[in-house]
DNA sequence: CCGACCGCCTGCCTGC
DNA sequence: TGCAGGCAGGCGGTCG
């Protein structure tokens, strides 16, 4: 489930089928996700060559020749899976195969054998082809904030993007240009991993000179901590799952706090227990005791 | 300009 | 057992 490290960890698995094929024939079986699929999609699809894979945010790139990138985004319930010949490659918690493949949206074949195929139950998700040329300098990749695992992230970049904001910390951190790729349970992670409550005005990470305070100093490491673990643990299951029954788009992570109301705090010595709250219309866990 | 809120969709879990 | 209601990892548009 996407938010930056999913969509990393479903890059990866793709990747050795995706790049370098060709898409022998493309399905799509409606005329929309989120948004309607540009103008002859399928066809337009149809002959080319995949390049390369890349992401960016949540966003999957997938480079084709001719010039154009086919724009993936998962929303909240895409999936891909993978099918080869007759072997069936099915995440093992779908077990009724008959209801998952009715929200198959968009089945790809590819000149290797290989058939990938894009579920979305929800319909959030989103693709477009579009010019690769300049890409980044259009929607919605224009204005997208900082890679948070790139080198250009780190608490002074941290507290520069958000001084003089008034917006709650995990407000300002799912705002995606300002950090790109974190969504709802990873900025509780990081939050709570920092020790730092999610109402805190985000502007507090910047002192008078907009210089980077100790509260900066503490999320940036664990916004990448946070991140890189659960990037290896989602290439881990994938490991674990290469051969005919892999699966792609899902791992088994565990959180500290996400998810866990009532539960007691994790952090060592701190006897308090892990509260819920609503910001944003968005929940919140939290431990009220040890986040300040 | 900024931040809060709403809608988009379906599935699943809870409580009555 | 059925059903209503709440909730879910996303984003973009509108409104104040």
Redesign the pocket.
């Known amino acids: ?3 930056l490290p ?1 969509v990393e960890t479903v890059r990866r698995g793709l990747a050795p089928t995706l790049i370098g094929a060709r898409f022998a024939k493309v399905e799509a079986r409606r005329g929309d996700l ?1 948004a309607p699929f540009p103008p002859r999609f399928a066809a337009r699809l149809t002959g080319r060559r995949v390049e390369a894979l890349t992401r960016r ?2 966003y999957l790139l997938v480079a084709l020749d001719k010039g154009e990138t086919l724009v993936i ?1 998962l ?2 319930s895409g999936s891909f899976r993978v099918e080869r010949g007759d072997v069936l490659v099915t995440p093992p918690f779908h077990h009724e195969r008959a ?1 998952l493949a ?2 198959d949206h968009v089945v790809f074949d590819l000149d290797n054998g290989a058939r990938v195929i894009f579920n979305d ?4 998700g989103s693709m477009d082809l579009v010019q690769s040329e300049g890409l980044e300098t259009r ?2 990749f224009a204005g997208l904030g900082v890679e948070p695992l790139s080198e250009d992230f780190d608490a002074a970049r941290l507290a520069a993007d958000f001084a003089g ?4 910390l995990k ?2 951190l ?3 240009t300002r950090i790109a790729g974190l ?3 990873y900025v509780v992670e990081a939050l709570f991993r920092a020790r730092l409550k999610p109402t805190r005005i ?1 502007g507090e990470l910047a002192d008078a000179k907009g210089k980077p305070t100790a509260a900066a100093r503490a999320l940036a490491p664990a916004i990448r901590e946070v991140l890189k673990e659960a990037v290896a643990a989602g290439g881990s299951t994938l490991r674990d799952h290469r051969q005919p029954d892999g699966e792609l788009g899902y791992f088994q992570h565990s959180f500290a706090v996400y998810d866990r109301e009532g539960a007691a705090c994790p952090h060592r010595g701190c006897k308090g227990t892990i509260a819920r709250m609503v910001q ?4 919140t866990f939290y431990c009220a005791t040890c986040q300040k």
Do not use: C, V, W, Y
């Not at 944003?280 to 929940?283: C, D, E, I, K, L």
């Open positions: 489930m996407p938010e999913e989120r945010a949540k985004h929303g909240m209801k009715a929200h139950p929800r319909r959030f929607p919605p904001s008034r917006a709650p407000t300002a799912l705002d995606q969504g709802n349970i985000a944003g219309g968005r929940s």
